[in-house]
Nanobody, 119 residues
Framework: QVQLAESGGGLVQPGVSLGLSCAASGSIFSINVMGWYRQAPGKQRELVATITSGGLTYYADAVKRRFTISRDKAKNTVYLQMNSLKPEDTAVYYC?????????????WGQGTQVTVSS
C-alpha cells in the first residue's frame, strides 16, 4: 500500500504561480511513475503530468510550457509547479501513482487539494 498526501492548494489570481507537493509513504519501493491529475466541477478527472523514476516527463497539452512536474526521490515527494495560472485551471488536484507513463490506470490516489484561480 502507498499513501499520498498533497499540500499547497489555494485561491490565487489569474497569471500567478502556485506549487503543489505530494509526499508518498508506505510501500514506496514499488513506485516507478508518479503523477498529477485534476478534476474540474462537472468534468471528468484528467491527467495533468507524470514523471518516471528516471525523470522522464509527460504533460497534457493544456498545461505544457506552464506547468512543471519534478520529483525528489530521497524525500519520496513529487511537485507540480504551476505558472501563468488561468481560471480554467481551477480544479481539485490529485497526486497519484499510475501504472504507466501515460497514466491511464492508477493504483493509488491522494485525497486531493483544491486550486481555485479567480480574480
Amino acid at each position: 500500500q502507498v499513501q499520498l498526501a498533497e499540500s499547497g492548494g489555494g485561491l490565487v489570481q489569474p497569471g500567478v504561480s502556485l506549487g503543489l507537493s505530494c509526499a508518498a509513504s508506505g510501500s514506496i519501493f514499488s513506485i516507478n511513475v508518479m503523477g498529477w491529475y485534476r478534476q474540474a466541477p462537472g468534468k471528468q478527472r484528467e491527467l495533468v503530468a507524470t514523471i518516471t523514476s528516471g525523470g522522464l516527463t509527460y504533460y497534457a497539452d493544456a498545461v505544457k510550457r506552464r506547468f512543471t512536474i519534478s520529483r525528489d526521490k530521497a524525500k519520496n515527494t513529487v511537485y507540480l509547479q504551476m505558472n501563468s495560472l488561468k481560471p480554467e485551471d481551477t480544479a481539485v488536484y490529485y497526486c497519484a501513482v499510475p501504472r504507466s507513463f501515460l497514466g491511464t490506470t492508477v493504483d493509488y490516489w491522494g485525497q486531493g487539494t483544491q486550486v481555485t484561480v479567480s480574480s
